[in-house]
């Protein structure tokens, strides 16, 4: 079945630990997203990459970086750096045509606390 | 399973009665919006979308309607289900490029019998 597959489900970081989520799609979509979710907010933007070998910061990328070396893959890591890690992060796709948006479909999600 | 939302705004409906979710967006560019569903543990699930060429759109049991002169948007459930209960959000693409959302902050269902 075609989706998008986030792993691991749960993590844990160690302070001062980098932690890297990862996030595979097999759908053949252009544009892939990262959201960090905290209860009672909506979800909010990290970095999202239209193609492959770009991408773009979103509205919270302070802490985090990704890369897109692979159109199926967009792995988001979590540095020392970002200071409050524990959320709910979800990464999503959408494919990118000529006619105007199209919806973006989500994983399951991973919940990373600190330990 | 992890809560998405512990403060968000709560509806409870019956089971078998209609829901309205309603949803205020704040972008008067923004030109498509999207429906999903989230239960919890899990990531959002689409519904409906709706450009805004349209007032109405429906689907398998779901109505959304946009009202662009004062910025809402509302979802429909007709005779909700205990299946139904979950967050749902509402998203607008906000600056209109590179298929970004704005995401509100969701309603929570709850389905009584």
């Known amino acids: ?115 | 399973g992890e809560s998405v939302g512990l403060h968000l705004p709560t509806l409870s409906v019956q089971e078998g009665d209609n829901s309205i979710i309603n949803c205020a967006y704040s972008n008067s560019a923004s030109d498509y919006f999207i429906w999903y569903k989230q239960e919890s543990g899990k990531g959002p699930q689409f519904i409906i979308d709706i450009r805004s060429n349209m007032d109405k759109r429906q689907g398998q049991r779901v109505t959304v309607l946009l009202n662009k002169t004062v910025k809402h948007l509302s979802l429909q459930i007709a005779a909700t289900q205990p299946g139904d209960s979950a967050v749902y959000f509402c998203a607008e693409n906000g600056e209109g490029t590179a298929s970004k959302l704005t995401f509100g902050t969701g309603t929570r269902l709850q389905v009584t019998l």
């Open chain 1, 1 to 115: 079945d075609g989706g998008i597959t986030q792993s691991p489900k749960y993590l844990f970081r160690k302070e001062g630990q980098n932690v890297t989520l990862s996030c595979e799609q097999n759908l053949n979509h252009d544009a892939m997203y990262w959201y960090r979710q905290d209860p009672g907010q909506g979800l909010r933007l990290i970095y999202y990459s239209q193609i492959v070998n770009d991408f773009q910061k979103g509205d919270i990328a302070e802490g985090y970086s990704v890369s897109r070396e692979k159109k199926e893959s967009f792995p988001l890591t979590v540095t020392s750096a970002q200071k409050n890690p524990t959320a709910f992060y979800l990464c999503a796709s959408t494919l990118r045509t000529g006619v105007g948006n199209q919806p973006q479909h989500f994983g399951d999600g991973t919940r990373l606390s600190i330990l």
